[in-house]
Nanobody, 120 residues
């Protein structure tokens, strides 16, 4: 199983970016999916998460600005980021709870990270 994240880059303050993360491989089902980030000198933190049923959870710092969504037919999770601020600069990682068979437990898999830089 692999998670491939994409969509990072350089954006000016106030701008928008959309991150994508596609899961591939031997996938039976996917439970929760999410995005985390780690800024230089700071701890890894949850940005947003979404359940298989579509319930969402956001860090207070991104509420109202970021939207997480998923396409279960494509095993893909998205993070639409708007009104970006310099403090949103970080490496963003996706993760997903995946099981590869109906008798196997869910394991957490991580993407490789994509850098988002918010700067003028």
């Amino acid at each position: 199983v692999q998670l491939q994240a994409s969509g990072g880059g350089l954006v000016q303050p106030g701008g928008s970016l959309r991150l994508s993360c596609a899961a591939s491989g031997s996938i039976f089902s996917i439970s929760d999916m999410g995005w985390y980030r780690q800024a230089p000198g700071k701890q890894h933190e949850l940005v947003a998460a979404i359940t298989s049923g579509g319930s969402t959870n956001y860090a207070d710092s991104v509420k109202g600005r970021f939207t997480i969504s998923r396409d279960n037919t494509k095993n893909t999770v998205y993070l639409q980021m708007s009104s970006l601020k310099p403090e949103d600069t970080a490496v963003y990682y996706c993760n997903a709870e995946i099981r590869t068979g109906w008798r196997t437990p869910f394991y957490v898999h991580w993407g490789q990270g994509t850098l988002v830089t918010v700067s003028s």
